[in-house]
C-alpha cells in the first residue's frame, strides 16, 4: 500500500491550499482517511477524518476553514485549507485505515507566512 501526498507549499496569512493525497495497492473505498499534522517542536495532531461513508469531522482547530473530502473513483482524499494562519505552518500527513492495517503518507509542508 502507498499514500503519495501533494499540495503542500508557501502561502500567505489567509491564502488557501488543497493538499490530495493518493492512495494505491488497497481498496480505497472501505478506508478511512484521516489527515494528521505536525509543526516545527509539536507533536503530530489529528486534523480531520472522513470515514467510508463519507462522514467527516474536524479538530475545533480548524472547524469552518478546513474541508475533507474524498473521491473513491480516483482513489483521493482532499483537503481544502481555507483562511490559513501561521499556526497551521506544519508537515501535513494523510493515514488510511482498514481493518486490519493503517498507512502513512511521506508527508506535504504546509507553510503560512505571516
Known amino acids: 500500500v502507498q499514500l503519495q501526498a501533494s499540495g503542500g507549499g508557501l502561502v500567505q496569512n489567509g491564502g488557501s491550499l488543497r493538499l490530495s493525497c493518493v492512495v494505491s495497492g488497497s481498496i480505497f473505498s472501505i478506508a478511512e482517511m484521516t489527515w494528521y499534522r505536525q509543526g516545527p517542536g509539536k507533536q503530530r495532531e489529528w486534523v480531520a477524518i472522513?470515514?467510508?461513508?463519507?462522514?467527516?469531522n474536524y479538530a475545533d482547530f480548524v472547524k469552518g476553514r478546513f474541508t475533507i473530502s474524498r473521491d473513491n473513483a480516483a482513489n483521493t482524499v482532499y483537503l481544502q485549507m481555507n483562511n490559513l494562519k501561521p499556526e497551521d505552518t506544519a508537515i501535513y500527513y494523510c493515514?488510511?485505515?482498514?481493518?486490519?492495517?493503517?498507512?502513512w503518507g511521506q508527508g506535504t509542508q504546509v507553510t503560512v507566512s505571516s
Open positions: 472522513i470515514t467510508k461513508g463519507s462522514f467527516t
Open positions: 493515514n488510511a485505515r482498514w481493518p486490519l492495517s493503517d498507512h
